[in-house]
């Protein structure tokens, strides 16, 4: 999966971004002046914002939109998040994909994880090394196959 921003990101969108890509090992690409043409036949994850702060993940793949999200991040801690696992613990929001079959077949032989994201009602918790990296707050979730 590829992260990439709107046009000109803020300051915090550009460290959401950096932060989000790491804790799920995607490839962060600063998009400039990039078309989303650039990126055909991938799949890509745009961050949007609105008065400065992330407020959309839009989900495509190749030139088709599959997902929306709406949200809203707290402050961002730096950490040298490393590549590596990443197990998800709920099961409303599971649309990163974090958590493949195999590592649920895995679950019980690997009670640790150093990278989980964990599900409490609408919010994410985004957690290395029992640290709390950063929260999100869901609002909604639009899929591309929902009537309107």
Request: with cysteine; hydrophobic share 35%; glycine share 4%.
């Amino acid at each position: 999966m590829i992260l990439t921003t709107s046009r000109k990101p803020s300051r915090k969108t550009r460290s959401f971004a950096k932060a989000l890509s790491r804790f799920l090992n995607w490839k962060y690409i600063q998009r400039g002046k990039m078309s989303l043409k650039d990126f055909e036949n991938e799949k890509i994850c745009l961050i949007s914002e609105i008065k400065g702060n992330p407020a959309f993940l839009s989900f495509y793949e190749g030139d088709k939109k599959t997902l929306e999200l709406f949200f809203s991040v707290s402050n961002i801690k730096k950490s040298d998040i490393e590549r590596g696992e990443v197990v998800y613990f709920g099961e409303k929001y599971n649309f990163f994909n974090a958590i493949s079959s195999k590592l649920l077949e895995k679950f019980d032989k690997r009670p640790y994880f150093r990278k989980r994201i964990v599900e409490r009602d609408n919010e994410l918790y985004f957690y290395f090394l029992d640290e709390l990296i950063f929260k999100m707050r869901i609002f909604e979730v639009k899929r591309s196959d929902q009537n309107p």
